[in-house]
Each structure stands twice: as C-alpha cells, then as structure tokens.
C-alpha cells in the first residue's frame, strides 16, 4: 500500500531554535498534504493544508509565522516550527490523500519533537 | 462544523470477548465517517470508511462499523477480540474535501 514517511522521527531542541520535518509520499504523488498535531491523551487536531506549488491554508488560530509549511514538489511537505518553545512540544503528523479525489488519507509515522 | 465524540477514553475487554466502540458525529453534509487505529510508535492505519452506499460496512483485522443516520452513530465493534487488537482507536468525520476532524481517542487493552 501506499507509504507516507516522516523525518526525523524524534526530534530535541533548545528553545527558539527551528525544526523542520520532512513529510514524503514514497510511491505516490501527493497534491495536498495534511499536517496534524497530537497532544498527550488528545485527538489530532488539523494544523494546516498543505497545497503543492501554492501557500497552506491554515486552520483557525493556527499561527502561519511560527508553523511555516512549504510543498515544494509532489512528493515532499515541510513543517518548520520557528522559534520553538516548550509549549510547541507535541507529536506531529502528516498525511496525504492518494489521490484528489479519493477520501482516503495515508499518515505518516509521526515526529516527536521536544523543545527544553 | 463538524465534530466527533467518542465514549470511553478506555475500554477494557477480556480476550475473546465482544468489543464495542462507540462514535457519534455531527455534520450539516452527508458525512464521510472514518475508523483509523494506531499501534504505539506507528502512524494512523484505516480500519474501514463509510461514503455512500451500505450502511454496515466490513474493515480488516474482522472490525465492522454501521452508519446509523438517525442516531447519528458509527460504533465500531469486532466479535471477538485479540491481543493483537490492543491499540487506540479514531473516529474521524470529513465533508468532501479530505480535511478531517477527528475524535479524541480510545484506548482499547485486551486481557487474556
């Protein structure tokens, strides 16, 4: 089936340093990507959209100037998280959906990033 | 907007035994509703979906789920229950547009 990875998978910092995570569709081209954040013991919530050759669109309340996304080819999606504090501390993930027209997403494994 | 709730943060089953997850959604649209499940360290892995069509809809691993519009439920549930199975489980909702709202989580132990 179709694979979605992520790089790093784990991922330490000092605060305001910046990270960024690689999300790449392996066997697939991916036109939309979707990037989540995972809180201890919560839900995903959708961070932003990710669109090739075009800006994300971001979810409410989602700050475009700290979480900088850019899809630069078909297979490969970047999350930077500028600036990072320890409240930017989560698990991040990614997804993309086959195809665009299919309801089906494939998620990447996720990065966990931990900012001291 | 859309939103999910699922009940029981933690459900505990013993091996062999029923298991039954339970999800309920609301949407303005004919939703599209989804079961993911997620093993520790590893990325969400889709159990089985709901567009169109029959309502009670068969997934892998033996899980099945039924759209009930009228109660606007998507329960989740599998005849018996594996070690294996021990994972967390999501329900999600999406319009058309692939964006998806997920429920928080349910942590399903099996005890053998």
């Known amino acids: 089936g179709a694979v979605v990875s992520q790089h790093p998978s784990r991922v330490i910092c000092k605060s305001g340093t910046s990270v960024k995570i690689e999300c790449r569709s392996l066997d697939f081209q991916a036109t939309t990507m979707f990037w989540y954040r995972q809180f201890p013991k919560k839900s995903l919530m959708l961070m932003a959209t990710s669109n090739e050759g075009s800006k994300a669109t971001y979810e409410q309340g989602v700050e475009k100037d700290k979480f900088l996304i850019n899809h630069a080819s078909l297979t490969l999606s970047t999350l930077t998280v500028t600036s990072a504090h320890p409240e930017d501390s989560s698990f991040y993930i990614c997804?993309?959906?086959?195809?665009?027209?299919?309801?089906?997403?494939?998620f990447g494994p996720g990065t966990r990033l931990t900012v001291l | 907007a859309q939103s999910v709730t699922q009940l029981g943060s933690h459900v505990s089953v013993s091996e062999g035994a029923l298991v039954l997850l339970r999800c309920n959604y609301s949407s303005s649209v004919p939703p599209y509703l989804f079961w993911y499940v997620q093993y520790p360290n590893q990325g969400l892995q889709l159990l089985l979906k709901y567009t169109t069509g029959a309502t009670l809809v068969k997934g892998i691993n033996g899980f099945e789920a039924e759209f009930k519009k009228s109660e606007t439920s998507f329960h989740l549930t599998k005849p018996s229950a594996h070690m294996s199975d021990a994972a967390e489980y999501f329900c999600?909702?999406?319009?058309?547009?692939?964006?998806?709202?997920f429920g928080a989580g349910t942590i399903l132990r099996v005890k053998s």
């Open positions: 997804s993309a959906p086959i195809a665009a027209s299919t309801d089906t997403q494939y």
């Open positions: 999600a909702v999406s319009d058309e547009g692939n964006k998806l709202v």
